[in-house]
């Protein structure tokens, strides 16, 4: 499998493309989401930096665009994911993704370049569903609006949770096409592939295409396609979370995570863990770890020292992030002695 997310213990799958990279595409596709390219990559050139160092890029949730992707399960219309992106960490990604999926690009030989109609060519339950090889179709191609192949943005946002999206790829810098969402937590997948968004509704679904039987080359038995797919405005990725919700216990989604990302179980125990580091209180981040929630869990916090200083201003931060800038060496010393890991970065850089 070319392009495909690495494996669990981090190594990468590593294939060439099975074409060529078309030439560069409308430019205008890019700044849809009201953000500049940030210069040309075709995987030999340079690239211009986003907002500054990539991996440091200021938070700022209302610059966060929204799409959605149905899913086909053998021509059967099997539901809809919405998602998302992170245009202030991973503009420039973000802007490939959305451009995909609004199909509104295309290259100079006049080829639309859409995910409409595209494979989900590869499932491994309890780690990623995999898609978005729209030259291929088998986890082989790599195209993106910007011609070919582009470097890698930023690692600002870890795989941590359930419903990550990122961008698949063949190795450091070759991000064309291909995506996928994660189904657990994903430590190794850190600083290698650039997560880019998350998963808002569907979460039910994703966990239907988990459950779908593989091939020994974890490829669907069933013929898994993405059907109708663009853009939506924030208002409607609310909407469609809050008639979710308003099915009532066992009508929705038990798992779905909200606008601002707060998936059910793993977040908010990760908002819980954030909120005892953030209060001082080490027996409760000791009874939280001890019932289970993972001790480097992300949760939102307002970051008042933030460029924007304001309470748009949400980051996400882990337990041990919070008790290091407030200098709490008693819950900082109670997080590491349960394995926190010291290196971890949040959403801030």
Do not use: W
């Amino acid at each position: 499998t070319a392009a495909a997310a690495r494996d669990r213990d981090g190594t990468a799958t590593r294939t060439t493309s099975a074409s060529a990279p078309p030439t560069r595409s409308v430019a205008e596709s890019v700044s849809a989401g009201g953000r500049d390219a940030c210069g040309d990559v075709n995987g030999t050139g340079g690239e211009r930096e986003c907002d500054g160092t990539p991996g440091t890029a200021t938070p700022d949730v209302r610059r966060r665009t929204h799409v959605y992707v149905e899913i086909e399960v053998d021509q059967s219309r099997a539901g809809r994911l919405t998602f998302e992106l992170f245009d202030d960490l991973a503009p420039r990604t973000a802007a490939n993704f959305r451009a995909l999926c609004s199909g509104d690009t295309f290259d100079k030989s006049g080829r639309r370049l859409a995910y409409a109609g595209s494979p989900i060519h590869r499932i491994v339950p309890g780690f990623v569903v995999q898609g978005g090889d729209i030259v291929g179709g088998d986890g082989s191609g790599a195209v993106s609006i910007y011609g070919g192949v582009f470097a890698d943005e930023a690692f600002t946002v870890p795989h941590s949770r359930p419903g990550i999206l990122s961008m698949a790829n063949m190795g450091a810098n070759s991000n064309g096409c291909q995506f996928f969402v994660t189904l657990s937590p994903a430590a190794a997948l850190d600083g290698k592939h650039v997560a880019f968004g998350r998963l808002l509704e569907g979460m039910r679904l994703l966990r239907t295409l988990e459950g779908l039987r593989v091939d020994e080359r974890e490829r669907p038995l069933a013929d898994v396609r993405i059907g109708r797919c663009g853009q939506l405005s924030a208002a409607e990725a609310t909407a469609g979370y809050e008639a979710s919700c308003a099915q009532g216990p066992g009508g929705g989604d038990e798992e779905e995570a909200d606008v601002q990302g707060k998936a059910a179980a793993l977040d908010l125990g990760g908002e819980a863990l954030v909120l005892a580091a953030a209060k001082g209180d080490v027996q409760m981040a000791r009874a939280l770890v001890a019932a289970g929630v993972p001790v480097d869990a992300y949760g939102a916090v307002v970051d008042a020292d933030a460029p924007l200083g304001n309470a748009e201003a949400q980051v996400q931060r882990s337990a041990l992030g919070v008790a290091a800038r407030a200098a709490d060496e008693g819950m900082v010393a109670a997080l590491l002695s349960a394995s926190a890991d010291a290196s971890l970065d949040d959403s801030a850089g």
